[in-house]
């Protein structure tokens, strides 16, 4: 069954580093997504990706986020200079076009910052 | 805005007995409504959705009922088993777009 992969499963980092979090999605969806969910907190949205661009983008994806589909395959989440507070984990999904909202998550990234 | 609340937990129970988690949204339009499913260690897993009122959506003997009226999702099963243990979220898809909204999530906790 076709699924969602991401990597690393966990990464700890230390505060100010640069992160990238990378996700393979199905291969025929053309919808990408980020979520987080801080421990303990509910799963937010971060941002959604069509077409090669941003879509939509929550106050939580500011400046120091940004995503990115460099080979087709591959959808990536950079966090330029990691704060504390960003330590989470991280879903990302995807879609395929005309469902009605089904999205299929991978299992997460887990980021620690230190 | 678009908002969904579910009951506070953990929800323990023993094997076999009958479960219901309580979700309610706030919505504008006509959300389709889903129940996510996390396992220990495991990603977000789709449990089960419905996409209009009075649709009864229903997997590996959960269901949930769509009930506009009372703007409520409630996922039930008649007989828990000690590996159905996780936390269940559940959220909305606003019809005019396909974010997300979730509720905080229930953990629900199954005792032999």
């Known amino acids: 069954e076709p699924e969602v992969t991401q990597t690393p499963s966990h990464q700890v980092t230390q505060m100010g580093q640069e992160v990238i979090l990378r996700c393979v999605p199905i291969s025929n969806h053309l919808y990408f997504y980020w979520y987080r969910q801080i421990l303990g907190q509910k799963v937010e949205f971060l941002v959604s990706?069509?077409?090669?661009?941003?879509?939509?983008k929550s106050e939580i994806f500011d400046d120091q986020f940004s995503v990115e589909r460099p080979d087709g395959s591959n959808f990536t989440l950079k966090i330029r200079s990691t704060k504390l507070e960003d330590s989470a984990m991280y879903f990302c999904?995807?879609?395929?076009?005309?469902?009605?909202?089904?999205?299929?998550f991978g299992e997460g990234s887990r980021l620690t910052v230190l | 805005g678009d908002s969904v609340t579910q009951m506070e937990g953990p929800v323990t129970l023993s094997e076999e007995a009958f479960l219901t988690i309580n979700c309610t949204y706030t919505?504008?339009?006509?959300?389709?409504l889903f129940w996510y499913v996390q396992y220990p260690g495991e990603g977000l897993q789709l449990l089960l959705k419905a996409t209009k009122a009075d649709d009864k959506g229903s997997n590996k003997g959960f269901e949930a009922t769509y009930r506009k009226e009372t703007t409520s999702f409630h996922l039930e099963k008649g007989s828990v088993q000690v590996s159905d243990s996780a936390v269940y979220f559940c959220a909305l898809s606003p019809y005019s777009n396909y974010q997300l909204i979730w509720g905080a999530g229930t953990k629900l906790i199954i005792k032999p």
């Open positions: 999904a995807s879609r395929a076009q005309g469902n009605t909202g089904e999205l299929f």
């Open positions: 919505a504008t339009g006509y959300p389709s």
């Open positions: 990706f069509y077409n090669n661009e941003i879509s939509e």
